[in-house]
T-cell receptor
């Protein structure tokens, strides 16, 4: 499985945008970029995924670098409920499984 | 949206007993389900991939005789922790993929405590 690198922790303020980086320099052409988040004592929750183009949904935006070796999850206006561990994961289209890395623990200050 | 129900939410058992955890896809058919475990302050560790009607594929280092997985229908997979010991105490999480879709849906997890 191709590896991702994320900062261990980040901190932001409520109602401000948050940019969560992810490096994946060994990404292959068939790897999808996934983001999930996990709140305390809960199962992970899907946030967004993409392959080559930037993606937007109601939760977040995913900005993918042109060379695909990095990506950024953007929360446009953070709320206290966005405090969670965010996981950036690569999944080869031919593989079924998702293998989680260490993730980024996001703290939102009121 | 698609929902994955996991039961029980928590269980306490005595050492040496077996515990069964159920994972159901409530409004979709899941040909593939996954089982993870998570220790405090750590990330999720994939234990096995479960395909309906066939034997589960276990990750390296996961004992298949210890963690029995059954995926008898398109909406139900079970994980049985056999002869549980205190070191098996962990947060167990299942997930399912809607056939043909990219994203995974996760259950809410089961906290297992073995005394």
């Amino acid at each position: 499985d191709a590896k991702t690198t994320q900062p261990n922790s980040m901190e932001s303020n409520e109602e401000e945008p948050v940019h969560l980086p992810c490096n994946h320099s060994t990404i292959s052409g068939t790897d999808y970029i996934h983001w999930y988040r996990q709140l305390p004592s809960q199962g992970p929750e899907y946030v967004i995924h993409g392959l080559t183009s930037n993606v937007n949904n109601r939760m977040a935006s995913l900005a993918i670098a042109e060379d695909r070796k990095s990506s950024t999850l953007i929360l446009h206006r953070a709320t206290l409920r966005d405090a969670a561990v965010y996981y950036c994961i690569l999944r080869d289209w031919g593989a079924q499984k998702l293998v989680f890395g260490q993730g980024t623990r996001l703290t939102i200050n009121p | 949206g698609a929902v994955v129900s996991q039961h029980p939410s928590w269980v306490i058992c005595k050492s040496g007993t077996s515990v069964k955890i159920e994972c159901r896809s409530l409004d979709f058919q899941a040909t593939t389900m996954f089982w993870y475990r998570q220790f405090p302050k750590q990330s999720l560790m994939l234990m096995a991939t479960s395909n309906e009607g066939s034997k589960a594929t276990y990750e390296q280092g996961v004992e298949k005789d210890k963690f029995l997985i059954n995926h008898a229908s398109l909406t139900l997979s079970t994980l049985t922790v056999t002869s549980a010991h205190p070191e098996d105490s962990s947060f167990y999480i299942c997930s399912a993929r809607l056939t043909g879709a990219e994203k995974l849906f996760f259950g809410s997890g089961t906290q297992l405590s073995v005394l």
